[in-house]
């Protein structure tokens, strides 16, 4: 059986640096993935932070719109208390 010998050492490097290459490249494009992932939630939770503080504006609008009309209806309803007592009054005095 004939003895193969062992490829040059230039050979050998070219291989194992071949091999380095190749496994850095895998662990660059799944880095690269994992940093596209983190992109994206980052930006979906902006997208939702920003949605977050448009309802709480609208909420507070709100609030702020239903405090104005009770202060109006506490308004009418002390101004109606007021004319019921003085027509009690001279009903009274009549």
Known sequence: ??????????????????????????????????LMLQEEAIRHGDREHKQSLDKLRSLEQ?????????????????????VFCSLVQVAVIN
Not at 10 to 21: E, G, I, N, Q, Y
Not at 23 to 28: K, P
Not at 65 to 82: H, P, W, Y
Request: aromatic share 8%; proline share 7%.
């Open 1 to 34: 059986m004939p003895v193969i010998a062992s490829p040059p050492v230039p050979l050998r490097v070219f291989f194992v640096l071949r091999v380095a290459k190749a496994d850095v490249e895998a662990r660059l494009y799944s880095a690269q993935a994992a």
């Open 62 to 82: 709100t609030v702020s719109a239903l405090e104005f009309d009770k202060r109006q209806l506490q308004v009418i309803l002390t101004d109606g208390t007021n």
